[in-house]
């Protein structure tokens, strides 16, 4: 009697379990949960990429200093930094002539005829 007793019981707690188990995997596998499962981790994704975007730029700042120093970008131009006569005139002078045309040149035309190739 006691043996059927603990066997029922057993049967019984499994039972209970092994729903409880299925009825939870159900609701997580249910189109809502799984909405929400990819909407947090759409989310996520999205503070992890701002995350390595914002140390790329601070990586950016910080070589852009490291170059600027390292070729002496960041300091002060010499006082005797001017062009000679005749290399400022032409740095400020125009090229050509203000009122020349370009022509594009005329590029033979192909006939789409296949047969005169063959």
């Keep these: 009697m006691f043996r059927r007793t603990f066997w029922f019981t057993a049967g019984a707690a499994a039972g209970v379990w092994a729903t409880t188990k ?13 909405a929400a499962q990819a909407a947090d981790k759409a989310i996520e994704t999205g503070h992890r990429l701002k995350e390595f975007a914002l140390d790329v730029r601070a990586g950016m700042v910080q070589r852009e200093a490291e170059l600027g120093e390292a070729l002496g970008l960041d300091a002060p131009p010499p006082e ?19 009122h020349t045309t370009y022509t594009h040149p005329v590029l033979p035309t192909h006939s789409n005829n296949r047969n005169e190739d063959h």
């Design 80 to 98: 005797d930094r001017e062009l000679p006569e005749g290399r400022r005139r032409a740095a400020l002078g125009a090229t050509r002539p203000p």
């Design 22 to 34: 299925v009825n939870r995997k159900l609701r997580q596998l249910a189109p809502e949960s799984l």
